[in-house]
């Protein structure tokens, strides 16, 4: 399994939201969204599990993906 970190999501971006987004890609082993709380303004972040070739694949295509108007960052975390 490969763990991919995922930044620039929306306040409204649910653990269910990406598991839809990466399913597209492979199996998704998890997806968690957290709020990180060492900056001066919280972000919110995410943390998805896939099988490497997926994960590979959802990094290719969702990197610089618009999601409900944000930017997404995603690589290997």
């Known amino acids: ?3 991919i970190f995922v930044s ?3 306040e409204s971006a649910t653990d269910a939201d990406l598991q839809a987004l990466f399913s597209q890609y492979g199996e998704v082993t998890s997806a968690r969204v957290v709020r ?3 900056r ?3 972000k919110r972040v995410a943390y ?3 099988p490497a070739k997926s994960a590979a694949l959802a990094i290719e ?3 610089g993906h618009e999601f ?4 997404l ?3 290997s975390a």
């Open 73 to 75: 960052v995603v690589h």
């Open 8 to 10: 620039n999501l929306p």
């Open 40 to 42: 001066s303004l919280p």
């Open 68 to 71: 409900r108007a944000r930017e």
């Open 48 to 50: 998805v599990e896939m």
């Open 61 to 63: 295509y969702l990197n």
């Open 1 to 3: 399994m490969k763990e």
């Open 36 to 38: 990180e709380q060492n």
